[in-house]
């Protein structure tokens, strides 16, 4: 839906190129609460006018998403902090339950949405100024529009959990927009359309709840990192002079840091000091991969 526009990407690469991926994923959160404030204003004043159920529970999902925002700028800030006494490995986990949470608030967004159709198949209203709600809903869509794009920018450059959660937040949004517009055109004809709309944004964002809950249990899990990335490390660790084989490689993530750990074999001839000089050598390549990871390297003689 969202497709990637050249000469878009490459602006924003010109804009944002100084800027770390923490500091980009703050960015893109703030972004999202200014958006989502100015949506629940807009939606509220068209509710009042339309008094259309799916409006509402338009504009009950943009206060949720002005709300995770909020939270995701702050989890954003304290997942940065470094490690202390208390927390030896830092604090990036704080993005997994981030997450998390964000699935938790969808999915009482979604039962929301459930109890305002049923509403309506029990005692649906008419739609009043239609007109009015679509101008509105195509206002709402365009500016959910460059949110969303900016986001799934931030998400694939910074890999922040957060980041993508806030995006299925949004990307929702936009979907609920749609769906709107379309209720609001067509509700003339087919009172019931409001009912029908509600009921499959509900579907909709649940699905997302999912996604959002699947992507939180894996950061807090431990997954390894996807098989192509550790193709790539693989590749860089063999590219290093002196590595005869690959014993162990263990990957992670945390929030946008990533965690790389190996057992590599070296001529048995070796020096020690000649060791540990390949191993420092494969942590600076696999260093250069990523932005923010920590790498731990091993090198035994075979």
Request: hydrophobic share 50%.
């Amino acid at each position: 839906m969202f497709f990637q526009i050249g000469v878009l990407d490459s602006a924003l690469d010109k804009c944002f190129k100084n800027y770390s991926n923490t500091e980009l994923a703050k960015k893109s959160v703030i972004l999202g609460v200014i958006t989502s404030v100015f949506l629940v204003v807009l939606k509220l004043i068209a509710w009042f006018i339309t008094d259309s159920i799916s409006m509402r529970a338009s504009m009950n999902d943009s206060i949720l998403d002005a709300l995770t925002s909020f939270l995701a700028y702050h989890a954003i800030r304290f997942s940065s902090v470094s490690f202390d006494k208390g927390h030896n490995y830092g604090h990036e986990k704080v993005e997994g339950l981030m997450a998390l949470f964000q699935s938790l608030l969808v999915i009482y967004s979604v039962a929301m949405i459930f109890v305002e159709a049923y509403e309506a198949f029990v005692d649906p209203k008419p739609i009043l100024n239609s007109r009015v709600g679509i101008i509105v809903m195509i206002i709402s869509c365009c500016a959910v529009y460059q949110l969303v794009y900016f986001q799934k920018y931030v998400a694939q450059k910074a890999g922040s959990a957060i980041v993508k959660g806030d995006c299925l937040h949004y990307l929702s949004d936009f979907l609920v927009n749609i769906c709107i517009i379309t209720s609001l055109m067509v509700a003339t004809y087919f009172p019931y359309i409001d009912l029908l709309c509600g009921t499959t944004v509900g579907c909709y964002v649940l699905y997302s709840a999912y996604l959002i809950l699947k992507s939180a249990i894996m950061d807090l899990m431990d997954e390894a990192l996807s098989e192509e990335i550790q193709v790539k490390i693989r590749d860089k660790i063999k590219s290093v002079d002196g590595v005869e084989e690959i014993k162990i490689l263990k990957t992670r993530s945390a929030g946008m840091k990533k965690y790389v750990e190996s057992r590599v074999a070296v001529n048995g001839t070796v020096a020690l000091i000649q060791a540990d000089m390949i191993a420092q050598a494969i942590e600076n390549e696999v260093r250069e991969m990523f932005e923010n990871v920590d790498v731990i390297i091993k090198a035994e003689p075979c």
